[in-house]
């Protein structure tokens, strides 16, 4: 059975890189925080050891993810003169049929997904009801509260 591919942007990718650099970069000090904890003596009752083997265990974690989601990833390069139609990787200003509200959102892979930036997952009940429409279409989005219905107001 073959690993799901991971959808980034070129951003999404850049960013994880950083995000591994810097956390590859932590190690050594780390290991520093654990070989003077270990100097404390007894490390039954030693918090500055245990924080540093936590925060070691957190970070060889991460930096395993991170480095599995980069080796799964596919980037996600969107031709900008193919702005008709909705793929991830676009950006859609919608239109709240029910209260008029306007709202952006960028469609991304699952791994760049954050909601507080207004960058939605292809996998979300938003994101997959989007994809494939144009500029015009109403999209009934299935959600907790009910249907939502949203007009495409413009595809960036």
Not at 13 to 30: A, G, Q, T, W
Not at 37 to 58: M, P
Not at 68 to 77: E, G
């Amino acid at each position: 059975m073959s690993e799901k591919e991971i959808l980034l942007t070129g951003d999404g990718v850049r960013r994880l890189e950083e995000e591994l650099h810097y956390l590859k970069s932590r190690r050594r000090e780390i290991a520093e925080r654990i070989k003077a904890a270990l100097e404390f003596g007894d490390i039954t009752e030693n918090s500055e050891y245990e924080e540093a083997k936590n925060e070691q265990a957190f970070v060889e974690g991460r930096i395993i993810t991170l480095e599995k989601m980069l080796r799964k990833a596919r980037i996600i390069d969107r031709d900008p003169a193919a702005v008709d139609t909705v793929v991830v990787g676009s950006r859609v200003l919608l239109k709240n049929l029910k209260n008029e509200k306007e709202v952006e959102f960028t469609i991304v892979g699952s791994a760049e997904s954050n909601p507080s930036e207004f960058r939605i997952s292809n996998e979300s009940p938003v994101g997959k009801a989007l994809l494939g429409h144009k500029v015009g279409d109403v999209v009934k989005v299935k959600a907790p509260a009910g249907v939502i219905e949203y007009q495409i107001l413009e595809i960036k």
